[in-house]
């Protein structure tokens, strides 16, 4: 079971920290319109509670009018019964008229903060480190997101809406009642609402903790359900559907036993609010009775006090459900907030300036790097990349090739030496124009759940149809894409699955070219290809290389024999380098592998 990141003992903490942090939405500097929507909604708020306050006395006086009791005010006896019945019904239009003013004042106050909070989360998001993203889960980092922005205007409307005019009406009630009929009233009113509030206040923590585990348990199955879900084609090769439901399904009981504690300890809470307020109704209904029985009170004064406590039923209600949405809020937005208060590993410095790129040079100097502290993976590589050049990274799994990429494109920032492009440190540079500078073509490239055509623009924003299509024919794609029945409008379908292996790769390069990156890094781009589209995607390559610094990784020795310098590394360290004749006839490493893929190629004899 995964434990929340939020414990029971920092909610409260964490719960004011979050009201700071969503309360300058409700008063922004600089946006003058949002204070004066705030304002008008206050307003119409403070409207509607006089008039709510007042609506009573219009029943009461119709009550009397119609039971020929007492004289009544003067301008009761001006409207008349029906003329008050009329009022009545006015008056309790005009408190529903006035909320939804209120709400539709404020509502574009807090649309505004849900979209600029999603906003701020998606950036930083994106803005984490790889080690942060390749750790996180999916599923679970979706569903705090989604938690947490629908907290937002929830809370602002608490903030503006709730415990103040709660507070303002029922002292405005308690005024009335204590000015038509005696202190008495107002004591049984106060007693009532203490219980009822700390009584609601109690079990509500206690209920608080029950639902975090539920969205413990939530967030769990979910990120089960991606997961697998991810990896459908994996679940299909191993026939573990059935396994994949168990595990979905005991995901899913986790949640259903933590819903279930939620939901009775939610009847609880009903039944026992139900009690201290019908309780409260009752001791007053009785007082008020005993009154019209005495002859001090009219039946229109009972009738009065019975509106005035289902009046206050109404604000003690909604009391419960804030605050119980507040709390449940709060842990929501608190896990947001602790995410966005997450610092990213790589950042730019403060007086970071952009790259300026002269022709492409890159050097590593003596770099060591580990992705933990005590297993380093580079031990010291010192190399040179000459403008123009194309130079070969190749060497067995886990010699570090694919880090040198990762450090280059400053995915991770290397623990001890300096990687420089034209003199400059990668860390001493923006890293928006650190990436600008560098394309990357991966093994496995990942296409976007859209078209062809923005697949390949993707590569540069704004990009024409014209210099899309040009993109393809240099990556030799355009005449597939042609063929297709809708062309460039062609859906490639989840993480572009509708296309082969090469077609991907032939996108991801077109992609690239159109970004035309001076610097130009393949990583293992052919390794996962057939031989004859390998060759395919090389002639491509080729084309994308021309007049680019380029850096290819590779493990395949063949595709990289025409590399003017190749690097072999082992154990994190350079064994040799040097051309693919210079390294054959050296007869060190590097010809060992060539000879051991070489054999692998060879095809069998004996089956013919």
Do not use: C
Not at 163 to 184: A, K, Q, Y
Not at 363 to 388: A, C, M, N, Q
Request: hydrophobic share 45%.
């Amino acid at each position: 079971m995964r434990r929340s990141s939020l414990t029971t003992t920092e909610t409260p903490k964490n719960g004011w920290r979050t009201i700071r942090r969503v309360a300058p939405y409700l008063w922004p500097d600089g946006q003058g319109w949002v204070k004066r929507r705030v304002i008008f909604a206050l307003v119409a708020l403070v409207l509607s509670k006089m008039v709510a306050v007042s609506t009573p006395l219009f029943y009461k006086a119709a009550v009397d009018a119609l039971a020929g009791e007492g004289g009544g005010e003067a301008w009761a006896l001006a409207l008349g019964a029906i003329g008050l019945t009329v009022a009545y019904g006015m008056a309790r239009l005009m408190v529903v008229g006035f909320q939804q003013l209120r709400d539709a004042i404020f509502a574009r106050v807090a649309q505004r903060a849900l979209r600029s909070l999603a906003l701020k989360t998606f950036h930083h998001i994106h803005a984490m480190s790889m080690r942060y993203h390749i750790t996180r889960k999916t599923g679970g980092l979706s569903r705090i997101i989604e938690r947490g922005v629908k907290g937002v205007e929830f809370l602002l409307r608490f903030l503006l809406f709730s415990i103040g005019p709660l507070i303002l009406e029922l002292l405005m009630i308690s005024v009335v009642l204590w000015t038509l009929f005696d202190f008495r009233y107002v004591a049984v009113v106060v007693g009532v609402i203490a219980a009822y509030t700390l009584f609601t206040f109690k079990v509500t923590e206690w209920r608080v903790k029950l639902r975090k585990e539920m969205n413990d348990q939530d967030t769990d199955a979910n990120q089960k359900a991606i997961d697998s879900l991810l990896n459908f084609e994996t679940v299909k090769y191993f026939n573990a559907e059935g396994r994949e439901a168990s595990r979905y399904d005991a995901a899913m009981a986790g949640y259903e036993k933590a819903a279930l504690n939620s939901s009775y300890s939610l009847a609880a809470l009903n039944f026992g609010q139900s009690f201290l307020i019908t309780g409260g109704l009752v001791v007053v209904m009785v007082m008020a009775a005993v009154g019209v029985q005495a002859g001090t009170l009219t039946v229109g004064d009972f009738v009065m006090v019975n509106a005035y406590m289902i009046q206050i039923t109404m604000p003690l209600n909604f009391l419960g459900t804030v605050y119980r949405e507040i709390r449940q809020s709060l842990v929501d937005m608190g896990e947001m907030f602790d995410l966005l208060e997450q610092t990213p590993d790589v950042r730019d410095k403060p007086d970071a300036q952009p790259l300026r790129v002269d022709g492409g040079d890159l050097s590593l100097d003596d770099v060591h790097f580990g992705y933990e502290p005590e297993r380093p993976i580079l031990k010291g590589v010192t190399l040179s990349v000459r403008p123009g050049e194309t130079v070969a990274v190749v060497g067995p799994s886990g010699s570090g090739k694919s880090t040198i990429g990762r450090l280059l494109f400053r995915f991770y920032d290397v623990q001890a030496g300096a990687l420089t492009i034209d003199g400059q440190d990668v860390r001493d540079v923006t890293q928006e124009s650190l990436h600008a500078a560098i394309g990357v073509v991966p093994q496995d490239t990942v296409l976007f759940n859209d078209t062809v055509g923005y697949n390949i623009g993707y590569g540069l924003d704004g990009a024409t149809q014209a210099q899309i299509e040009e993109a393809a024919r240099a990556a030799q794609i355009h005449d597939f894409i042609a063929a297709l029945p809708e062309g460039y409008e062609t859906l490639v379908g989840e993480r572009g699955l509708k296309l082969s292996g090469g077609e991907k790769q032939r996108v991801g390069i077109a992609r690239t070219l159109l970004k035309n990156p001076p610097i130009l890094l393949l990583d293992e781009a052919t390794s996962a290809l057939d031989s004859e589209t390998e060759q395919g995607i090389q002639q491509a390559l080729a084309v994308a290389g021309k007049g680019r610094t380029v850096i290819t990784i590779a493990h395949r020795l063949s595709t990289v024999a025409d590399a003017d310098r190749i690097v072999v590394l082992e154990n994190g360290q350079i064994a040799e380098e040097g051309t693919h004749a210079e390294l054959l006839a050296r007869q060190g490493r590097y010809a060992s592998l060539w000879e051991r893929q070489a054999s692998e190629r060879s095809p069998e004899k004996a089956a013919e």
